[in-house]
């Protein structure tokens, strides 16, 4: 199955400041990769699709200004959390998937606090 | 996507077998059943998933209902390290929209 590694795996940061998270997928070739939110004691909640080559798909209420996505290459996608502010401290994970209905494969997560 | 409705928790002993129930009465025919559990400040992890058959795999068991409206993911045995959220999803599309899950606590 694919390897998703995410970096950093914990980061804290000055409001104001802008962070990036890397998501890789180390044995396999994803022209899309998910990104997720999820605050504490609450589900992952998708925040867009990244595409390969092309624009992210963004789900609804996702402000696509303040988070930007990068996916450069096929093994590479970067989420870029801007002007961090505390309510965007949350547990960011990235996941690629084959296929539909296929099994998906989630990073480790990167635990982001904004202070 | 279709909704699923899971418990909000369930406990369990460890060693002892444990059913997990997840309703979809919304299923539509294409819809594949996926599971995934989450551990404490990990990303999800693969269970299993399937169409309309039973499936079996090391980990667990899914059971599916003949009008595919419900199903039930077992584990035979289950250990503290199966302490997690698991979560119930219908696979319709390339996106995986997570449910509320169900929290299991294996107690010793």
């Known amino acids: 199955g694919a390897v998703v590694s995410q970096h950093p795996s914990r980061v804290i940061c000055k409001s104001g400041t802008s962070v990036k998270i890397e998501c890789r997928s180390l044995d396999f070739q994803a022209t899309t990769m998910f990104w997720y939110r999820q605050f504490p004691k609450q589900s992952l909640m998708l925040m867009a699709t990244?595409?390969?080559?092309?624009?992210?798909?963004?789900e609804q209420g996702v402000e696509k200004d303040k988070f930007l996505i990068n996916h450069a290459s096929l093994t590479l996608s970067t989420l870029t959390v801007t002007s961090a502010h505390p309510e965007d401290s949350s547990f960011y994970i990235c996941s690629v998937r084959h296929g539909r209905n296929t099994e998906a494969f989630f990073g480790q997560g990167t635990r982001l606090t904004v202070v | 996507d279709a909704k699923t409705t899971q418990p909000n928790s369930m406990e369990s002993n460890e060693e002892e077998p444990v059913h997990l129930p997840c309703n979809h009465s919304t299923i539509s025919g294409t819809d594949y059943i996926h599971w995934y559990r989450q551990l404490p400040s990990q990303g999800p992890e693969y269970v299993i998933h399937g169409l309309t058959s039973n499936v079996n795999n090391r980990m667990a068991s899914l059971a599916i209902a003949e009008d595919r409206k419900s199903s039930t993911l077992i584990l035979h045995r289950a250990t503290l390290r199966d302490a997690a959220v698991y979560y119930c999803?219908?696979?319709?599309?390339?996106?995986?929209?997570f449910g509320t899950g169900t929290r299991l606590q294996v107690f010793p």
């Open positions: 999803i219908l696979g319709g599309s390339d996106k995986l929209i």
């Open positions: 990244s595409n390969e080559g092309s624009k992210a798909t963004y």
